[in-house]
Structures are given as C-alpha cells and as structure tokens.
C-alpha cells in the first residue's frame, strides 16, 4: 500500500491541511508544536480509526481547539497500481471508501478488513507495535498482540494455537482452583471434593441426631421448672427494690428543693444587702458634691501649668549654676604662649646675629627654630583670644535666657494660682482627690447597680421572694411524704438496698441464663428433630455429587493432556517463524550496527532478544546496563522491521518513525539512514523530526513551520478534491482476496 495524499480537516493541530507524499522516504520536519505528532496521529486515525463509535470522547480527542465539529480525514493509496478514495468523516460517524472506477464501500467493518488485510497488521495494537515507532517506545513491543499474530500464522487460520492453548490453560487452571491453596471462588474439583465432605459430614450428624434430641428433651424439663421458680421469686425483689428506689428518687428531690430554698434565701439577703450599700453611696456622693464638684478641665490645666512651673524652675536654676562657673585655664595659657612667642623671637634674633657672624648653619638652624616657636606662639595666643571671646558671648546668651524663663515662671505661676482660686482648692492635688473621690463613687454605683440586675435575674425583688416561699411549700410537703407510715415500713438502708441491688442483679442474670438457655436447647432440639427422609435425602445427594466428582476428574485428565499435546506442538511450529525473524533482523542490525552485532536470538515463550557479541564472547541480554541505551535501541529497531516481515505475510505497511533515533550519535544516525533507503525499496517510509539528519535520504521533504508562520503557497499542496488516473476495468476491490 502506497499512501499519496491525506487531506486533514479540523483534526487537531491540522485545522484544513493537505499533505503530498512520495513511495519513498518522506520526511516530515518541523519544530515542536509544528503539527508533526497531528499528522502521525492523523495516518494512524485514518487507516484504523473508526468514526462510528459511539464514545463522543474519542471523536472529541481528535477535534482542533476552537472547532465546533469532529474532523474529517480523506486518504488517497494506491494498491498496485490502482487509485482508492478513502474518508472517516467523525462528524457523521461515516466510513467511505471508493475505487477509481466509482464504486463505493461504507460498511466500516468491511472497509477495515479489507484495508488491515492489505497493511497486513489485522489490528491497531499490532501496528502500533511494529510499523510504528514512536520516541523512546523503541524496546516496547507488544508481546500480546505479536504473539497472538504469531500464533495465527503458525495455526494456518482459524482459531489460533495461541487462542487454544490460552483458554485450555484457563480451563484447567479454573477447574484446578484451590486443590493447592485455599481461595474464596474454588474450581470444580475442589468444590465436588468439598462438597462430597460436606455430605458425608451430614450424613454423620443426621445418623446421630436421635439420641441427642432425647438427651435435650430430658434437660429442657428440669430448665423450665427451675425458671418458673427463679422468675416467681425475681419479681418479688424486684418489686421491693422498686419501691425503695422511688423513695431515693423522693430524698434525691427534697435534697434538690432543699438546696434551692438556701440558694434563693441567699439571693434574698444579698439584694436586701446590695439596696443598702447603694442608700449608703448615693449619701457619700451627696456629701461630696455638696461643696461643689471641681471642674475636670480646670483642674487639667491647672495641673499642667504645675508642671510647667517646675520644668521652668528647673532649666533656671542649670543657667544659674553654669553663669557661677568660668575657665580659669584661658588666662595662664594666653600668658604661657606669649612667653613662648617672645623667646622665639629672640631666638631668631640671635641666629640672625650668628649668620652674620660667619656661623651660617648654626645661625640659619636658631633662626629657622625661633621663626617656629613665634609663629607657633603668636597663632596660639590668636586661638586663645577667640575662645575667650566666644565664652563672652555664650555668658550674655545665658543671662538673656535666665532672664526670659524668669519671667515666663513668674507669669505661670500667676496663672495658676488664679486657677486654683477658680476650683476653690488650695492646690492642684486637693482638686485631683475630689475628682477621684466623686469617680469612685459613681464606679461603686454602676457595680451596685449592676450586681442587682444580675441578682434579680429579669424579676422583681416580689417575684424571688414568693418563689422562695414556694420551694419551702415544697420541701414541707417532700418531708412529710417521706415520714409516711407505709414508706417508713418498706424502707430499707444504704447497706440492704445495695445488698439487694446485689441480689437482684444476680437474679436476673440467673433467670436471663436460664431463658438462654432453653432457647438455645429449643433450637438445638428442633435441629436434631430430623426424620428418616431428611437423612435419605442427603444420601441420594451425596452419591450424585460423588459421580460428578468422578466425571471432572475425568474431565482434568484429557484437558491436561490436550494442553500439553498442543504446547509441544506449537513448540515445534514456531522454530522456522523465530529463525526468519532473527535472520532478518540479525541483517537489520548488521547495517545499524555497522557490523559489529550480526546475530540476533528471541526466546522460545516470551521473546526477549539476546544477541552475539564478540567482546563478551557469548550471549548478551540487550538490556541495560548489558549493552548502552543506544544499542538496546538498535537491537529492537531491529526486531521491530523484521517482526513486520514475518507478521503481515509479505504485505508491505507504510512505516512511521517518529524521532525513534534520539539516542543515536551521528554515525549511528547514519547508518539508519542507510537502512531506511534499504527499506523504501519495499516500505513507504515516514519520518517525524525536528533536526536536518534525514533530507539527504527524503524522496519528499514536508517542512512544517513553527505554529503562527504561514506556510508559502507554493509549499501547501491544492486542496481541493484529486482526480483519479483512469485505468483499466478491473474486478471488485481487492477480489480476490490477496492482491500480491
């Protein structure tokens, strides 16, 4: 099968795309996101996908973002030489397929066989297992689905030896259920054996069922007389018990209403005390307004004006004390750097007086050392006078601050005592404690207040006590129930009243045991209460399961031999299918490999490969850490390409490998390349990548552009509908049968 053009319409990163491939190699190139994946996906939907399935959530997956409708997939192949139209429209759930003479197919079970038996690979999981490689998937082969199609070709049609042996082995296996192990759903045999054990088991019981219903009937009437008497006395103690009980009930509730006439008596003393206790307050608050209450901004400013005065006292008294001190060091310093700015001068005096008298150093050095000592003098004295100036000026400043503070004190203290004249107080405390004492008071007069609110609880003070006079009715009447003559003569005391609780309990234990039992010697008597057609009846079951028995066994023993005949068959059936797979993929491999691993072996049973290597001189699982990663790859590329050979009996699927070689360095690359031109002499080839290794190789080379580039025009093939070659009449689509 040649596949020539896949129109795509709303099919995932394919909103409307149409795709020209060659018989060869095509490489599909592009960036991630480009489409590559959408188009692998869309080969794989059109050859396989079936658009009239009834899940919306497979049809849905395929759907591009944004679009309202299911895709659409049109495949235009070439079968030796003829034309086919194929279309799985997912919108419709419609399947047609159409030759180049106009006839038309849509009945998708007959279009999918027809077109699997063409690829060869009758089913999805098999294609996806061979003829397509996706990225790192290369060591994943289908194991199942391979062995099925094996199996298949070996059997020569039919239900295949796979399928046989697959389901004698679950039969055996089912009827063998539990003879090894205990399970909850046992096999047939062990269910007959178990069976059969239980019968006997009954047939025992039942034989032996008589005497113990006799022995049963004899003890049931000793139990039944002895109840009678227990039960008799049990309702006299438990009579008495009750009685002393409800006389508890009656002292546990004069305790009760004993305890609420001492709570409310309480309550009304305390409401009586809290009344005083305000009468007393509102007299004190009466008494201390009577004067006059001081004004509490008046006494606020008057308080600060206190503070004032004294912080103002304070800083006068600092000026005060720092006017009484002076420097006493200026004046013997100013007189000490005179001194020295007068010795050198005569010092350079003297040098002067040398250097003119021939002593030119000596001279030069007293006059260089006086010049020093005078400028250093008269600087110093200069220093001096300033300072002395600058502590004249910071004494005026001083004075001049005194000055001002006094004043401001003296103005302060006028103020205040104008504001104590005005609060009535001799000083600024005397105002404050008045406040307090006034706030004091009304704080006592809220908490007063307040406690009699909760006191009285919603009430009046009439209400609480007429409840009082109530509770002590009632405890009036409480006591002179309790002091009853016919309660007196049933009341027992704490210590016989738990004596009999005691007794009681144990009586009723007794009786309960008792009625235990009897019932249980009632069930135990109706139980062996059996007849003799009971006992026939078990013995005609136990014979029929002990012939069923016999028969299963029978039965284990020919599915046994059938499985094992069927299992040396197919061991001897599959030996030349193996040796072609391993011939052609130990040839695929020598071409990957660059010849260093020629030989490839797959198992008998589970085909895992192993292949020759030199180095290790034997065998070598080809798994890591046995050989690289890129090896493994290779060594199952290999198997993958041969598997397809001997899988679809000669047909020729196009094969699809996506970035399979990114484990590959670029030798190995290379040699793949080699091996896909090796291939297209055969097998139209599709390759999916993001790098350049492979144009060299392409028949075709498909360029998809990063996501949001536009394609040019004269890159993006026609999209409208092609038109068939016409060719020569030609019986009905792949009839017969076979086409190669």
């Known amino acids: 099968m040649i596949l020539r053009r896949l129109r795509a319409r709303r099919f995932l990163g394919l909103p409307d795309e149409a795709f020209e491939f060659a018989p060869g190699v095509n490489v599909v190139i592009g960036p991630n996101e480009a489409g590559k994946s959408s188009l692998r996906t869309a080969i794989h939907a059109v050859l396989y996908g079936n658009p009239a399935t009834t899940s919306t959530k497979f049809r849905d997956e395929f759907r591009s973002w944004g679009a309202e409708e299911p895709p659409v997939l049109e495949l235009e192949f070439e079968v030796e030489g003829k034309r086919f139209m194929l279309s799985k429209d997912f919108a419709t759930r419609k399947v047609t397929l159409q030759d180049e003479l106009g006839r038309t197919w849509d009945q998708h079970k007959i279009v999918q066989e027809r077109i699997a038996a063409q690829l060869g690979l009758v089913t999805e999981d098999l294609f996806d297992a061979t003829a397509q490689v996706a990225q790192a998937e290369l060591e994943r082969i289908h194991l199942n689905s391979i062995a099925k199609e094996l199996g298949r070709i070996v059997g020569g049609g039919g239900e295949d030896v796979a399928t046989a042996i697959r389901r004698l082995e ?89 305890r609420e006439e001492a709570m409310l008596e309480e309550k009304v003393k305390k409401i009586e005390d809290t009344l005083s206790k305000i009468a007393q307050v509102d007299r004190d608050l009466e008494a201390a307004t009577a004067a006059g209450l001081p004004s509490e901004d008046a006494t606020s400013a008057a308080r600060k004006l206190h503070e004032r005065a004294a912080v103002l006292e304070m800083e006068a008294g600092q000026l005060r004390h720092a006017l009484t001190q002076s420097d006493p060091g200026l004046p013997a310093a100013t007189r000490a750097w005179k001194v020295l700015a007068m010795v050198g001068v005569g010092v350079a005096l003297a ?56 004043q401001t004190l003296q103005q302060t203290r006028t103020e205040q005592s104008s504001k104590l004249a005005e609060l009535g107080c001799a000083t600024v405390k005397e105002a404050e404690q008045k406040l307090q004492r006034h706030h004091d008071l009304s704080r006592t007069r809220m908490q007063l207040d307040q406690f009699l609110v909760d006191l009285r609880a919603g009430g ?34 704490p210590l016989q009243l738990t004596a009999l609780e005691r007794e009681v309990q144990q009586l009723a234990q007794q009786v309960a045991g008792q009625q235990d039992k009897e019932r249980r010697l009632s069930v135990e008597l109706e139980r062996h209460s059996v007849d003799t057609d009971a006992l026939a009846t078990v013995e005609e079951q136990l014979h029929e399961a002990e012939e069923q028995l016999a028969r299963a066994r029978y039965h284990h023993e020919v599915y046994t031999s059938a499985l094992s005949g069927l299992l040396d068959a197919r061991r001897q059936a599959q030996v030349p299918v193996r040796e072609i797979m391993e011939r052609r993929a130990g040839e695929y491999l020598r071409i990957l490999s660059e010849a260093r691993y020629q030989q490839l072996a797959a198992d008998q049973e589970s085909l895992a490969l192993s292949v020759w290597s030199d180095d290790a001189g034997g065998w070598v699982e080809a798994a890591e850490p046995h050989l690289s990663r890129g090896t493994v790859d290779l060594v199952y590329l290999a198997a993958r390409l041969a598997l397809v050979e001997v899988l ?36 139209q080839i599709f390759v999916f990548t993001y790098t350049r290794h492979f144009d060299g190789v392409a028949d075709r080379l498909i360029e998809l552009p990063a996501r949001g580039e536009a394609t040019p025009a004269e890159d993006r093939p026609p999209v409208a509908q092609p038109q068939l070659a016409p060719a020569p009449v030609l019986g009905p689509l792949w009839d017969p049968p076979r086409l190669d």
């Open 460 to 493: 009046t003070d009439e209400d609480i006590t007429e409840q009082w006079k109530t509770v002590r009715r009632d405890v009036f009447g409480l006591q002179e129930r309790l002091h009853a003559p016919e309660i007196a003569a049933r009341r027992l005391t």
């Open 648 to 683: 679809t009996g000669g047909k020729r699927p196009p094969l699809l490998f996506d970035d399979p070689f990114i484990t590959f360095d670029d030798r190995r690359r290379q040699a793949a390349a080699t091996l896909m031109r090796e291939l297209a002499r055969s097998h």
């Open 351 to 406: 040098g002067g007086l040398l250097a003119v008298a021939d002593l030119r150093a000596a001279g030069s050095m007293m006059l260089a050392v006086g010049l020093s000592a005078a400028l250093l003098g008269g600087w110093q004295v200069r220093r001096t006078a300033v300072a002395r100036d600058r502590a004249e000026i910071r004494r005026q400043e001083r004075e001049l601050r005194l000055s001002e503070i006094e």
């Open 170 to 258: 679950q039969h055996v296996r089912g009827m063998e259920k539990g003879t090894k192990a205990l399970t909850k759903d046992p096999g047939v045999l062990r269910a007959l054996d178990d069976k059969v054990a239980s019968l006997k088991e009954e047939q025992r019981r039942l034989s032996t069922s008589a005497a113990a219903a006799d022995r049963i009937r004899a003890e049931l009437a000793g139990l039944r007389e002895t109840f009678a008497n227990a039960t008799d006395t049990l309702t006299v103690k438990r009579a008495l018990l009750d009685q002393n009980r409800e006389i508890v009930t009656v002292e546990e509730r004069l305790a009760g209403r004993q």
